[in-house]
C-alpha cells in the first residue's frame, strides 16, 4: 500500500513532521498536492458532505482510512512503523509529548501571528514583537527545559530511550525550524539544552532522513510556513 | 478502580472535558486538586525527574497509568467507557475530531490573551479586540461550521451518529462556554447553527449530565478559566 499525504505544497508547516516519520520509515508514499491539480483534489477532498472529511490538511490516506490532525496521523504510523513504544502505556507517552510538541507549534505559529491566522504578519507586527519576547523568555525555556530533562533522564540518547520515535523526529523539526527563524536568539539559547543540540544531530545523521534532507522532498523553509525568518523579531 | 483527575481546582478549563466525560460515564473519580493538600500533590507529580512527568494539568492517574494532554485522556476514557466508536478507524476519526476542537480552544483562549499565556489580559486589552473581532468574523464560523455540517450529515443527533461521544460532551462545554462569554455575539451567531444548539440540549438532558451541573462538581464559569467574559470584547 502507497500512503498519499495531502499538505500545501508549498511549505513544511505541520505536513512536515509527518513527511518526517514517513521519511525514516522508508514508507512507500505520494505527496498528492504537490503534483498535477493535487491542491484541487485536496480540497475536493476536505469539501466531502459525508464521511469523515479533515478540518484541514494535513491528512493522510492509508487504503480505506483518512486520517487528519498531524498528532493523529503520527499515532497510526508510529505504531506500523516501530516508531512508537509498543504497550499501551507507551503508545500513549508517546502520542502525550507529541501532543505537548503540536502546542508548542501553535506557539510557535503565533509568534508572527498573535492577532489570528487570518491577517497578513505585515498588520501586526508590533504585537508580533511583544509576542515574541515573551515566546522567548517564558516559552522556550518551559518547553525546550522540559524535553531536555526527560533526554537527560532516559540515558541522552532520544526522549523515550535508545531508539527513536516519531517525537525524536518532531523534536529535530523543532531545532532546525528555530534555528532558521531565530538564528540569533537561538544560538544564545543552545548553549543551555546540550542535549537537543545532540539529539538534532543524531536525527540529521540517520541514513534516510540525511537522504531526505538532501533531496527535493524537502522544501525549504520560507516565510508561509509556521517558522519564519523575520529580522525585527530576531535580536 | 477510581480515577484520579489532577487539575486546576478553581477553574473549569481544559480539565472540564475530562470531568464531562468522567460524570457521563459514571465513573468513579476523586478531583485530587480540589482536596486538602492536592495542588501541592499535582505538582509535586509534575516534578518527577524520571519516568513520565505530565508537561501540564490536566492528568488522569488510572491505577500505574499517569495519562497527560486533555484529548489523550479521552482517547482512554473514551475506549473504556462507550465514548467513542469502537473500530480502529472511528476510534481515530472521534480523536481526529476532538485535536480539531483542542485547535479551538486555544483560539478561544487567545481571544483574551493574544500576546501569550503569561502576561495579564489587562496589558493586551487592545489586541485582545483585534483577535476577537477575528476569531468571531472568521474563526468560529468556521469551526462551529464545520461541526454544524458532520451533525446534519450524520442525521442530526450527535457527531458521530445516533449515540454521544466525548466529541459531543466538548461541544456542549464549547456552546455553553461561548454563552458565557460573548453572551451577544453567540445570540446572534446561534441562529445559523441549529443543529449544534440542538446538541447542545441534549447533551445538558443526559441524567448524568444533568445531575453534574447541578451539582458542586460543577465550577462555575470565571475569569480566570478560558472562556472569560470581558464586557469589551462582547458586543
Given at each position: 500500500?502507497?500512503?498519499?499525504?495531502?499538505?500545501?505544497?508549498?511549505?513544511?508547516?505541520?505536513?512536515?513532521?509527518?513527511?518526517?516519520?514517513?521519511?525514516?520509515?522508508?514508507?512507500?508514499?505520494?505527496?498528492?498536492?504537490?503534483?498535477?491539480?493535487?491542491?484541487?483534489?485536496?480540497?475536493?477532498?476536505?469539501?466531502?458532505?459525508?464521511?469523515?472529511?479533515?478540518?484541514?490538511?494535513?491528512?493522510?490516506?492509508?487504503?480505506?482510512?483518512?486520517?487528519?490532525?498531524?498528532?493523529?496521523?503520527?499515532?497510526?504510523?508510529?505504531?506500523?512503523?516501530?516508531?512508537?513504544?509498543?504497550?499501551?502505556?507507551?503508545?500513549?507517552?508517546?502520542?502525550?509529548?507529541?501532543?505537548?510538541?503540536?502546542?508548542?507549534?501553535?506557539?510557535?505559529?503565533?509568534?508572527?501571528?498573535?492577532?489570528?491566522?487570518?491577517?497578513?504578519?505585515?498588520?501586526?507586527?508590533?504585537?508580533?514583537?511583544?509576542?515574541?519576547?515573551e515566546f522567548w523568555g517564558e516559552r522556550v525555556p518551559k518547553y525546550l527545559g522540559y524535553f531536555e530533562q526527560l533526554l537527560a533522564a532516559n540515558g541522552?540518547?532520544?526522549?523515550?530511550?535508545?531508539?527513536?520515535?516519531?517525537?525524536?523526529?518532531?523534536?529535530?523539526?523543532?531545532?532546525?525550524?528555530?534555528?532558521?527563524?531565530?538564528?540569533?536568539?537561538?544560538?544564545?539559547?543552545?548553549?543551555?539544552?546540550?542535549?537537543?543540540?545532540?539529539?538534532?544531530?543524531?536525527?540529521?545523521?540517520?541514513?534516510?532522513?540525511?537522504?531526505?534532507?538532501?533531496?527535493?522532498?524537502?522544501?525549504?523553509?520560507?516565510?508561509?510556513?509556521?517558522?519564519?525568518?523575520?529580522?525585527?523579531?530576531?535580536?
Amino acid at each position: 500500500m502507497k500512503y498519499e499525504l495531502y499538505y500545501w505544497p508549498e511549505i513544511q508547516g505541520r505536513g512536515e513532521y509527518v513527511r518526517l516519520a514517513l521519511e525514516e520509515a522508508g514508507a512507500a508514499y505520494v505527496d498528492v498536492a504537490r503534483g498535477p491539480r493535487g491542491v484541487a483534489t485536496m480540497m475536493k477532498m476536505m469539501d466531502v458532505q459525508k464521511g469523515t472529511p479533515p478540518f484541514a490538511p494535513p491528512f493522510l490516506k492509508a487504503g480505506k482510512l483518512v486520517i487528519g490532525q498531524t498528532a493523529n496521523i503520527l499515532l497510526y504510523l508510529g505504531a506500523r512503523h516501530g516508531l512508537a513504544l509498543k504497550t499501551e502505556a507507551g503508545r500513549l507517552w508517546v502520542h502525550q509529548l507529541q501532543l505537548t510538541i503540536t502546542d508548542f507549534v501553535v506557539e510557535i505559529h503565533d509568534t508572527h501571528h498573535p492577532l489570528g491566522p487570518s491577517l497578513y504578519y505585515e498588520d501586526q507586527k508590533a504585537p508580533a514583537k511583544k509576542r515574541t519576547d515573551e515566546f522567548w523568555g517564558e516559552r522556550v525555556p518551559k518547553y525546550l527545559g522540559y524535553f531536555e530533562q526527560l533526554l537527560a533522564a532516559n540515558g541522552g540518547a532520544y526522549v523515550t530511550g535508545r531508539r527513536p520515535t516519531y517525537v525524536d523526529l518532531s523534536l529535530f523539526q523543532i531545532v532546525e525550524g528555530l534555528r532558521y527563524a531565530f538564528p540569533k536568539r537561538m544560538k544564545t539559547f543552545e548553549k543551555g539544552v546540550p542535549g537537543l543540540v545532540g539529539l538534532h544531530e543524531r536525527v540529521a545523521a540517520r541514513p534516510n532522513i540525511k537522504a531526505y534532507l538532501a533531496s527535493e522532498r524537502r522544501i525549504p523553509f520560507n516565510e508561509q510556513g509556521i517558522f519564519r525568518r523575520y529580522r525585527e523579531l530576531d535580536r
